[in-house]
């Protein structure tokens, strides 16, 4: 957390979002429209038991029914909202090294743009599994593939992106 000598010069920086951080939370908050509508728009389609888990081949080995669908759009938003929270509160941010006055503003900055990239991630990821899990129950696919794999190998990247951008910025 920001050491209570630092909070009078956080409040004196500026964190306005730029252009393009403004653009992806819309593209955010469209997909998470996006679970809605796809949940409500095949509701009547989908069986009473669909599948809900799965293998790392990605394949159904676990099935309940049709409304645990709702959890993605439920999970997506609260990991939503308490992401975009940092963002009004930068004074609860935590990190593993000191903040310092010469330090302060580009680790705020940095953590910003890591809890974005990590926000689009999982947004992205739980409207994949949402999508994906219908497309099985419909039939119109066997399984997730190898994709969870990779989405999940790229919130590891973004992870050790920022822990070694915030250590040498420290």
Not at 115 to 142: R, V
């Amino acid at each position: 957390m920001i050491p209570n000598n630092l909070n009078e010069s956080l409040k004196k920086l500026d964190f306005k979002r730029k252009q393009w951080q403004i653009n992806i939370e819309v593209v955010l908050v469209l997909s998470l429209l996006f679970q809605i509508y796809l949940i409500f728009n095949y509701w009547n389609d989908l069986a009473d038991t669909i599948p809900t888990h799965f293998n790392l081949q990605g394949e159904a080995d676990g099935y309940g029914g049709k409304s645990t669908l709702i959890i993605f759009p439920i999970v997506s938003f609260f990991l939503y909202l308490l992401m975009s929270l940092a963002h009004r509160f930068p004074q609860m941010i935590n990190v593993p090294w000191t903040f310092t006055e010469e330090n302060l503003e580009r680790q705020i900055k940095l953590v910003f743009t890591f809890l974005l990239f990590l926000k689009s991630e999982i947004i992205f990821m739980m409207t994949f599994f949402c999508y994906q899990s219908i497309e099985i129950a419909l039939g119109n696919a066997q399984s997730l593939g190898y994709t969870p794999l990779v989405l999940v190998g790229g919130i590891f990247a973004t992870i050790i992106w920022y822990f070694k951008k915030g250590y040498s910025i420290r």
